[in-house]
């Protein structure tokens, strides 16, 4: 129900834009965010963004060069990624979750798009 694609190889310093569309669900209904996971490392809170679109929240690591917009008139979220690091390479992942706020917490998201790839070379 949710379909993460966008990434890909770019170098340090670079830019590229996730995109996460969703269908089967109400998408007005729900908090989302994007997480994203390093080999071996933990899956960590990368964005967030309310149901109505006013309120953002990113981890410290990104804030300044990520954005997370959304359209609702199209089921689909962003991320927008600018200045590129090579500690930004890892497993994006787009989620959902009933929760009325923006949680940095992997089990309160109900719904994963499958992960798309995002590799920067230094």
């Known amino acids: 129900q949710l379909q993460a694609s966008g990434g890909g190889l770019v170098q340090a310093g670079g830019s590229l834009r996730l995109s996460c569309a969703a269908s089967?669900?109400?998408?007005?209904?729900?908090?989302l965010g994007w997480f994203r996971q390093a080999p071996e490392k933990e899956r960590e809170f990368v964005a967030g963004i309310s149901s109505s679109g006013r309120s953002t929240s990113y981890s410290t690591s990104v804030e300044g060069r990520f954005t997370i917009p959304r359209d609702n008139a199209k089921n689909t979220m962003y991320l927008q990624m600018n200045s590129l690091k090579p500690e930004d390479t890892a497993i994006y992942y787009c989620?959902?979750?009933?929760?009325?706020?923006?949680?940095?917490?992997?089990?309160?998201?109900?719904?994963w798009g499958q992960g798309t790839q995002v590799t920067v070379s230094s």
């Open positions: 989620a959902a979750t009933s929760r009325s706020l923006i949680t940095t917490t992997v089990y309160e998201y109900n719904y």
């Open positions: 089967g669900l109400t998408f007005t209904n729900y908090f």
